[in-house]
């Protein structure tokens, strides 16, 4: 069912990750690698399928888990860039692309919670039957 509360915040991840596509596009951390571009494909492709297998919760976890571990290693990422900028530390100058991998951890994070509410009840109504 596509109209559960797990799939809005899988939603708002996913568009967390394509806002950091747009405005990643001056992120250049490893020379002529997209980094960020092939991320932000991969959370996407991810988010789509997570939200698409709303019968498989199992799954559903396991690709949350993938895109908190893809964000996590893209904050850190985006930190090393915006350490290695030159111009101080004004943050607000710098950009706001750590930001959105952040808000993504975060919702991943509850929909992780959602969904293993969801596994309790249906496992719970079985154990009924």
């Not at 990750?17 to 020379?31: E, H, M, N, P, W």
């Not at 789509?48 to 690709?63: D, E, P, Y």
Request: net charge positive; proline share 3%; glycine share 6%.
């Amino acid at each position: 069912m596509l109209q559960r509360i797990q799939t809005i915040w899988t939603l708002l991840a996913v568009l967390a990750a394509v806002s950091l596509f747009v405005t990643g596009q001056d992120v250049d951390v490893f020379g002529n690698i997209p980094v960020i571009d092939i991320s932000c494909i991969a959370l996407v492709l991810a988010g789509a399928l997570s939200i698409f297998s709303f019968k498989n919760r199992k799954r559903q976890i396991l690709l949350n888990t993938f895109g908190i571990i893809i964000n996590v290693l893209l904050i850190g990422v985006l930190a090393y860039w915006l350490l290695n900028l030159s111009g101080g530390i004004q943050i607000p100058e710098k950009g706001i692309e750590p930001v959105f991998p952040l808000i993504a951890v975060i919702c991943l994070l509850i929909a992780n919670i959602y969904i293993r509410r969801d596994e309790r009840l249906v496992k719970s109504v079985d154990r009924l039957r």
